[in-house]
Nanobody, 122 residues
């Protein structure tokens, strides 16, 4: 079965850094783009970043651009999110996810991890 397991969250002071990992299994990891999405307390889901299947192209939300870096290691079936210069507003549960799209029917299926909590506070 498809499984996505996030890790690396925790408590960090403003200005600090954390590196999140998402270990994938149950599918051909290298065939799919991967994304990070977060949900702050009392807020909706916010897309953070994504990366193409080969790691050649990345995209970031304006709120994290220049501070976060997404990467992947297809040999390890893992996608990472390096978070630097963290701010209190980065406090959220961080999820990794990917989407399978059936081109002939336009059907799609989203797969999400259970998330890891990042708390940025003094």
């Amino acid at each position: 079965e498809v499984q996505l397991v996030e890790s690396g969250g925790g408590l960090v002071q403003p200005g600090g850094s954390l590196r999140l990992s998402c270990a994938a299994s149950g599918f051909t990891f290298s065939s799919y783009a991967m994304s990070w999405v977060r949900q702050a307390p009392g807020e909706g889901l916010e897309w953070v970043s994504d990366i193409t299947n080969g790691g050649g192209s990345t995209n970031y939300a304006d709120s994290v651009k220049g501070r976060f870096t997404i990467s992947r290691d297809n040999a390890k079936n893992t996608v990472y999110l390096q978070m630097n210069s963290l701010k209190p507003e980065d406090t959220a549960i961080y999820y990794c996810k990917f989407v399978v799209i059936e081109r002939s029917t336009y059907y799609s299926m989203e797969y999400w991890g259970k998330g890891t909590l990042v708390t940025v506070s003094s």
